[in-house]
Each structure stands twice: as structure tokens, then as C-alpha cells.
């Protein structure tokens, strides 16, 4: 016991903690930041994410046909409310948008100045969400009005599993921002963590070889054992530098104040068929487990290196490839 | 002598690095094959510029429109009927009906339509040209990059030159020549940024692991108390700087060579090497590709190139400092790779308000990630047209200042 602890913190010096702060502050402003500094991103992502608490706290986590049509209702006084604020709108009314629907299918593209101006300003000086609103609500409605519909490449097991979920009455009907925003966030954080454990671990066993004291070691009472115990300390210090790590990262996601999405299955949120239907809290958990998991896998692949490498450019030459191309298809997943 | 080969023969016979640079240039010919779709299509610029000249003049560009004619002429006598322009006719084709016209004829078809496009490019040169106002482009990028103070200032001095630049390329008929077009094959972005930055990145990494192993081999092997006790003694660096800036130089010779040979090999640039790089045609996003100065393809890629290699041997040099100071070279690796990321964002930290934001953009990891923006005034905030020598030139001071230091410090250090 003795001797893991020491082990431990030959491998968790102050040095390699430093080192940890310093790549996690690298790849925190390049990869992470954006995730939290811009979430929800600009419009009509906020009115999406906004929309999507209203929805949960109406209906709760699911919504069957009759309160979506209680939803559709709501877009109905909605549209209503732009109609009245239109017909306020003189430059609206001369140009003929004096409705929403109007409004809607007016050929922009040919508009002239003044309508531009108006509708700049309605979307972007007047302080009302309103038309934001309008569209985020259409597009929900939209989709939940083409939720029959399947992407026509879908294997055939997918369509047994759109069946499926179709069968139990489980539609995307939820608005994706906060998922899609922490799975983006999650696959970026693993890359640091990733990036972080390999650095800490990967000097662990080469190390004491490189000082020469191993023949040392290896003739003591404790003898060739030494090497588990060695191995041990280094999956101890792999779980702690994971579990700091998460600790602060997930600290950071909470900004993001995406609680009330909780309790919301994954299949109900908007083009997230999945093959398991977890609420979004167990599907955090679940990305937390498989953290440790592939944390696990390279921290020991990193030590195991260690362990048969000559040199520090063989155990750094080595890794490169694997590390690059781990982060690689993080990135592009 | 000896003792420099043998320090040399320590990278060159070092089996990691031999198998990363295999890997790296296996993946990038990877890269390039992956997007080599359309070399055939490349080749009618060649065909263009054989027949027509490389300079668009208005007479040539006339011909050209003729001999599309007398195409579609042909094209009247294939199908029986008169179309204006190839496009339509292939629109309502369906894939069967295009499917039973001979192979040669499907050549025909598509060589015409890939004519038609570069005929409507050049055509609209003028009036594209025209339409860009590059005073106010730069009101734009105030708003753009939220310039103030002295800052705007500085940025619009610079775009006024840019002004003047502009215009004068106009006047020499540097974009009415033909290239490949931009908007439709992405070339200048394929070699200078995907390639290039791929190749930036492996170089570095090769070149630091490489230096550092050797900067701190002594350290590492325990052999430090005998080697430096020689009466070669310290010097002995002087030595392993030598062999680190040669093969940072043969690294970088390699890498390149194999990749960017591949990658001529595969696209025929033969024809187009004079072009301008301001070429009309090699407009690919907003805003055409404008050098300050009237460069042709194969000089800018002289350039691009001439600064990949002074600016890894300043960074080998660098990485040699820093592995001398810390001698280790696993911490070495990562301080240096943690240094050249935080120099390259040291312009976000600055204030955009003042010159310090440009200052600090005077770096060499800006330098060497920005290539495809080098010797351009359409590269955003390092427009600058002293950018790319102001660098090399302060950097090169740095590092002989940081370089000195460390041996003096080195020298008369406690070696234990």
C-alpha cells in the first residue's frame, strides 16, 4: 500500500499537474469554450431553447397528439399577435404583408427597401421575440407534421426501429439545442481528457528506467512484483486525473443551465432516433461512463508503451499517431 | 565533422521517425487522392490557355465565344435543336437518355459545359471587379474585427496602400488571366490550406521530436557527466544545434518534396505556373485572392515555401533553447508545443483598440498557419505588406538573442 501511494505521487508531481493545467487551458479555449461562452447560439437557437422549456413545463417530458394540438393552438394566437402587430406597421401595411401569412410567403428576394428595413427591424431592433418565436414554433410544427417521414437511406434495421419507436408513439417533438449543444461540448471534452491522461501516464513506468534504478528496484525484497504495483498506481492515477477533470468540466457544462431538459428521452428530441431510450440525464451518465472507459483503455495503452519503449522520442513518436487519430475522428463525429 | 554525422545519424536511423514520416506522407497522398475527382476537368485551362493565350485580352476572349458557338452549333446538329447554352439542354436530360450518347459525345457535352463556365467567368471579370470598393471593404472589416482607436487607424493607412495596390493590378491585367476557377475546384484552398497546413503541422512535429531528442540526448542517456567532461566539453552543442538546424532543414526538405511531387504529378499544373496567383479565376470565397506584389503561381509557391523552411528553423532553433533550459525531453515536447499555441493566440488577448493587437500577430506560428493568406492584402488583420519579411526578420534577432542566452547560461551552469 505503502508503495502504490509513493507510486502515485511519482506520477502525479506537481510538474505533471502543471502540465495538466496547461494543455487543459490550451484545449479548453480552442475546443471547449465555444460550447459554453455561445450556447444557446445566437437566433433563433435562444427561441428554440426557450420554446423547448415552455414545452416541458406545459406538457412534461413527453407530448402525445392531443396537447401537440393544444401547441398548434398556441401558434394560432401567436400568428394572430403578429397580425395585429402588423397591421400596426404602416410601411406593412402599404406594401400588402398585413398579415403573418402574408408576411410569410412575400417574395423577399424581390422586396423593396422599405419592407427590407421593416423586416430587418422587426427581427432585429424592435426588442420582440415574436417572430423569432414564429418560426422556431412553424419548424416544430413542421417536423412533427413529417414525423412519418424516414430518411430514405436507412438500413433496415433502422426502419424496424423507426417502427418501433413510432408503435410506443415516440417522435422527435423536442427542440435539439441542448443535446446536440452537449454532445459537441462531451466529444470535445473527452479529447481533452484523453489528450490529458496520455500526457500525465504516459511517462509513468519509463521513468524509473531511464534514471536507472530499476535493476535496483527489481533486486529488492518486493522484486519483479513491483511492476503491478507500478501499473496499479498508474490505473489509480488515471481514474483521479478523469475524475478531477470531469469534475471541473461538467462544473463548466451546468452554465449552461440545461436542467429542465432532464427528464426529456432522447428519442423525443428533434433527429435523435437512437437505438436506447434514456432520458438526457442517463445519456450524460451514460458519456461519463464511457469517458472512464476509453480514459481507462489509454491511460494503460499509454503505460504499456511506457513499459516497452527505449526513449522518450520512441514513447512521444508512438503515441502521436494514435492520440491524432483519436481526437481526428472525435472532432469530425 | 565526426561528430556531427553521428549526431545526425541519431535521427536519421531513429525508427519512430522514419515510420511517422511514412505515415504522415502516406496520409497525405491520401489526402490529395482523395480529391483528385476532378483532374480531368483541370485540363481544359490547359487546352485554354494553348489556344488562346494565357492573358485574356478582348480579342482572345472574343475567339473564344465564337468557338463556343460553333460548338453549340454542333450541339444543334446532335440533338436537332437549338439551345443557348449547353446547360439547358443537359437540364432536362435524364441520366438514361444521357446515358446512349457515345463516350465520345458525353466528352463533348461536359468539355462544352466546363468551357461555358470558364467563358462566364472571364466575361464577368470587369464587371465583378468593379463592383468590389476596397475602401469600403475595409469600413467592413472595422466593424468586422471591432477596431478602434489607434488600431482602425493603422488598418485603414494599410488599406489605403491596399487601394493603390488594387488598383494598380487592374492596370496590369494581373486577374485577366486564365487559372483554375476557384468557385468551382477550390485549388488554392486545396494546396495551401489543406495540404499545407497538414504538411505545416507534421514538419513541426517530426522537427521538434527530433530536436528535442537531440537537444537533451546526454541528459537523458546519463551519459551527460562524461560527454561534457570531454575536451570537447560544452561545445559539444554548438555541434548538436548544427545537426538539429540540418535536419530540421531535410525534414523539411522531405516532407515537402514527396508530398508536393505527388501532388503535381497528380493535378497538371504546366500550364499555369506563369499566372498570377491575383488571378479573376482564382476567386474562391467573398473576397479574390490579391498579392502586393505581381506574383505568378510558381513564385508565390517559391515564397510560401522559402518561409515554411526559415520558419521551422527558427522554431527548431527555439525548441533547442527551450529543451537546453529544461532538459527533459518529454517536458521540452510539450512546453514548446504549448508555447507556439499560446504565440499563436496572443493577438486574442490584445486589446482591439490599440497597435499591440497587430504586434502580436507579427508571430512565426501566425506566420507559418496563415499561408494561404502569405504575400496577399486579402488575409484580414496580418494584411500588413512588411507581414511576412517583419516577421522573419524580428523572429530571427529573437531567436539569436535566446539562443546566445541559453548557451552562455548553459556554459557556465551546474551539470549534475
Redesign the interface.
Known amino acids: 500500500m505503502q508503495i502504490v501511494w509513493n507510486e502515485i505521487k511519482k506520477i502525479l508531481t506537481w510538474?505533471s499537474l502543471l502540465?495538466l493545467l496547461?494543455?487543459n487551458c490550451?484545449l479548453y479555449?480552442?475546443l471547449i469554450d465555444f460550447y459554453i461562452k455561445h450556447f444557446p447560439n445566437g437566433r433563433p437557437a435562444l427561441d428554440s431553447y426557450r420554446l423547448g422549456i415552455e414545452m416541458i413545463e406545459k406538457y412534461g417530458p413527453t407530448m402525445d397528439d392531443e396537447e401537440f394540438k393544444d401547441f398548434m393552438k398556441t401558434y394560432e394566437v401567436r400568428v394572430k399577435e403578429a397580425d395585429r402587430y402588423l397591421q400596426t406597421e404602416k410601411v406593412a401595411v402599404a406594401e400588402g404583408i398585413d398579415t403573418y401569412e402574408k408576411f410569410n410567403s412575400y417574395e423577399w428576394f424581390k422586396a423593396s427597401k422599405e419592407a427590407g428595413e421593416l423586416r430587418d427591424r422587426l427581427f432585429f431592433e424592435d426588442g420582440t421575440d415574436l417572430f423569432w418565436e414564429l418560426q422556431e414554433r412553424s419548424r416544430l410544427i413542421g417536423f412533427y407534421e413529417g414525423k412519418e417521414m424516414y430518411s430514405s437511406n436507412a438500413t433496415p434495421a433502422q426502419l424496424k426501429r423507426y417502427e418501433e419507436l413510432a408503435k410506443e408513439g415516440v417522435f422527435g417533438t423536442y427542440p435539439e439545442v441542448a443535446i446536440s449543444n452537449f454532445r459537441d461540448y462531451i466529444t470535445n471534452v473527452a479529447v481533452a481528457i484523453l489528450f490529458s491522461v496520455v500526457?500525465v501516464m504516459?511517462?509513468a513506468i519509463l521513468r524509473d528506467r531511464?534514471?536507472?534504478i530499476v535493476s535496483l528496484q527489481y533486486t529488492a525484497r518486493k522484486g519483479r512484483n513491483l511492476l503491478k504495483t507500478k501499473l496499479l498506481a498508474g490505473f489509480v492515477s488515471t481514474l483521479l486525473v478523469i475524475t478531477g477533470l470531469l469534475v471541473i468540466y461538467m462544473g463548466l457544462y451546468s452554465l449552461n443551465d440545461t436542467s429542465m431538459y432532464f427528464n426529456v428521452r432522447v428519442n423525443t428530441f428533434i433527429g435523435n432516433e437512437s437505438w436506447y431510450n434514456p432520458t438526457f440525464f442517463q445519456y450524460i451518465l451514460f458519456t461519463i461512463g464511457g469517458i472512464y472507459l476509453v480514459g481507462i483503455v489509454f491511460g494503460l495503452a499509454a503505460m504499456g508503451f511506457s513499459t516497452i519503449v527505449p526513449?522518450?522520442?520512441?514513447?512521444?513518436?508512438?503515441q502521436?499517431?494514435f492520440v491524432r487519430a483519436f481526437s481526428f475522428s472525435a472532432c469530425t463525429d | 565533422m565526426r561528430i556531427f554525422l553521428l549526431e545526425c545519424k541519431k535521427v536519421i536511423l531513429s525508427p519512430v521517425l522514419i515510420g511517422l514520416f511514412l505515415l504522415f506522407t502516406g496520409f497525405n497522398f491520401l489526402v490529395i487522392f482523395n480529391s483528385s475527382d476532378h483532374r480531368a476537368e483541370l485540363k481544359m485551362v490547359n487546352e485554354i490557355i494553348d489556344t488562346y493565350g494565357r492573358e485574356i485580352t478582348p480579342s482572345s476572349l472574343q475567339q473564344f465565344q465564337d468557338d463556343i458557338q460553333n460548338d453549340l452549333l454542333k450541339l444543334q446538329q446532335l440533338t436537332g435543336k437549338r439551345y443557348d447554352s449547353v446547360n439547358d439542354f443537359l437540364e432536362d436530360l435524364d441520366v438514361e437518355e444521357y446515358e446512349r450518347y457515345s463516350k465520345q459525345e458525353q466528352a463533348f457535352l461536359s468539355g462544352l459545359q466546363v468551357k461555358e463556365m470558364y467563358e462566364s467567368i472571364a466575361s464577368s471579370i470587369d464587371e465583378n471587379y468593379e463592383e468590389i470598393d476596397i475602401e469600403k471593404e475595409g469600413e467592413v472589416a472595422l466593424e468586422q474585427y471591432q477596431l478602434s482607436g489607434k488600431a482602425a487607424e493603422t488598418y485603414l493607412a494599410e488599406n489605403e496602400k491596399f487601394t493603390k495596390r488594387f488598383d494598380e493590378m487592374i492596370r496590369n491585367g494581373e486577374h485577366k488571366q486564365w487559372f483554375f476557377a476557384g468557385k468551382a475546384y477550390y485549388m488554392h484552398t486545396l494546396l495551401f490550406k489543406d495540404l499545407f497546413s497538414k504538411m505545416t503541422i507534421e514538419i513541426l512535429l517530426l522537427v521538434i521530436l527530433s530536436t528535442t531528442f537531440l537537444a537533451t540526448y546526454e541528459f537523458e542517456q546519463r551519459t551527460h557527466l562524461v560527454a561534457f567532461a570531454t575536451q570537447r566539453g560544452r561545445r559539444l552543442m554548438n555541434n548538436k544545434l548544427v545537426a538539429s538546424l540540418v535536419m530540421a532543414f531535410v525534414i523539411t526538405g522531405l516532407v515537402l518534396g514527396s508530398t508536393l511531387g505527388v501532388f503535381f504529378l497528380v493535378f497538371d499544373y504546366s500550364h499555369v505556373w506563369e499566372t498570377s496567383v491575383s488571378s479573376a479565376f482564382n476567386w474562391e470565397y467573398n473576397f479574390p485572392y490579391v498579392s502586393w506584389w505581381d506574383l505568378s503561381f510558381a513564385q508565390f509557391l517559391l515564397g510560401v515555401i522559402g518561409v515554411l523552411f526559415v520558419s521551422v528553423l527558427l522554431i527548431s532553433a527555439l525548441t533547442f533553447s527551450i529543451s537546453l533550459f529544461i532538459k527533459n525531453s518529454y517536458v521540452s515536447f510539450f512546453v514548446t508545443a504549448a508555447s507556439f499555441i499560446l504565440l499563436y493566440m496572443l493577438p486574442s488577448f490584445m486589446p482591439h483598440s490599440s497597435n499591440w493587437l497587430f504586434v502580436a500577430g507579427y508571430t512565426v506560428p501566425t506566420l507559418v498557419m496563415a499561408i494561404p493568406g502569405l504575400f496577399m492584402g486579402s488575409s484580414g488583420l496580418i494584411f500588413f505588406r512588411n507581414f511576412e519579411w517583419a516577421t522573419i526578420c524580428s523572429w530571427t534577432a529573437i531567436t539569436m538573442g535566446v539562443l546566445m542566452m541559453t548557451y552562455r547560461r548553459f556554459v557556465k551552469s551546474d551539470i549534475q
Open positions: 510538474k502540465l496547461i494543455i490550451i479555449f480552442f500526457a504516459s511517462l531511464t534514471r536507472h526513449n522518450t522520442l520512441t514513447l512521444l513518436g508512438a502521436i499517431p
